[in-house]
């Protein structure tokens, strides 16, 4: 549930559940066999000849680039051939395209580490939904209608959007399952819509598909407002046709959906919860009643210590 300021409570973590880790220092292999056989499938990984073609596209950097200042360590390269599905030229290029477009876009990536955009984060413009997706797919919540032109430039959303990309990267299980991104466009206003332009559009959009190694399955988009089009028109063109076709629109979100169809069900929780107790003048053991009622039938108050726990913090 969403609080006052947007904040959105998803209740208890089960154990084994959260953000995903940082892989080890040195490359162990931390898919699951479910994993395994969907990178097979999907990507066309063959367990056995992963480390060769680790060392297949570190000697083709070698070769070819020698100057090339970039990390050549197992896990790194792993993320390159997944997202090109181990075609080593592709995936060379896309390495390529990583380390280029940092140099031809300093004041995104100039400095670039989380301390620079905690404004970004407080202001709530993006989070990561902390469970994953049915997939396994980690979801990137980006809500642009937080930001105010007159709050800081865009381009800190951009720095905040990489980093998280970055770290999302990070496991292997989000290089296998991909993300889906989240955008919600309530409160997105003219001066939103139209701060960024065409070329900030056309960077951004070159980036996450042509220079980033993260599989993106799909674009959700709620709560468009009506200019959206014009915002939609202006991204367009810039989207290869497989990547257009992950994008969805979902229209208003219809907060009173829910409660229509729980109010239909009238019926079906007469039936169960309105009848007579089902266990009247059954016995139940000790271990099965509550302990507040078995204190209650004694004229003791069984919450007195905690009351007085709940005064002392007023």
């Known amino acids: 549930m969403a609080d006052q300021n947007g904040h959105i409570d998803f209740g208890p973590q089960r154990e084994g559940e959260g953000f995903p880790c940082p892989p080890p220092p040195i490359y162990t292999c931390t898919l699951t066999p ?4 969907k990178a097979r499938e999907e990507l066309q990984e063959k367990p056995e000849w992963r480390l060769r073609d680790v060392q297949a596209l570190r000697d083709m950097i070698l070769k070819d680039h020698p100057n090339m200042r970039t990390r050549l360590d197992d896990a790194f390269l792993l993320r390159f051939l997944r997202a090109r599905k181990f075609d080593y030229d592709r995936a060379l ?96 206003g003219l001066s939103q819509a139209s701060n960024p332009g065409p070329l900030l559009a056309k960077k951004v959009v070159g980036i996450l598909q042509d220079g980033f190694p993260i599989r ?3 674009v959700n988009i709620i709560n468009e407002p009506r200019i959206f089009k014009g915002i939609f028109a202006i991204i367009k063109p810039f989207l290869k046709e497989k990547m257009a076709e992950r994008v969805r629109v979902s229209g208003r979100l219809d907060m009173s959906a829910w409660s229509r169809a729980l109010l239909e069900a009238e019926e ?30 004694h004229g003791e108050d069984p919450f007195r210590h905690l009351r007085s726990q709940l005064y002392y913090c007023y």
């Open 216 to 218: 993106i399955k799909a």
């Open 34 to 37: 479910e994993l395994v056989a």
């Open 93 to 188: 290029q896309l390495l390529l395209n990583y380390h280029a477009s940092r140099r031809a876009w300093p004041e995104v990536f100039q400095d670039l580490k989380p301390s620079t955009v905690k404004h970004v984060l407080d202001l709530g413009f993006l989070t990561v939904l902390p469970r994953p997706d049915p997939n396994g797919r980690y979801i990137l919540c980006v809500r642009p209608g937080k930001w105010k032109p007159n709050d800081y430039p865009f381009l800190d959303n951009i720095r905040a959007i990489y980093l998280t990309l970055e770290k999302l990267i990070q496991p292997e299980e989000t290089q296998v399952n991909g993300i889906v991104i989240l955008v919600d466009y309530a409160g997105v």
């Open 268 to 297: 079906e929780f007469v039936v169960e919860f309105c009848q007579p107790d089902p266990l009247e003048g059954v016995v139940l053991p000790d271990c099965m009643m509550f302990e507040g009622d078995q204190a209650g039938a």
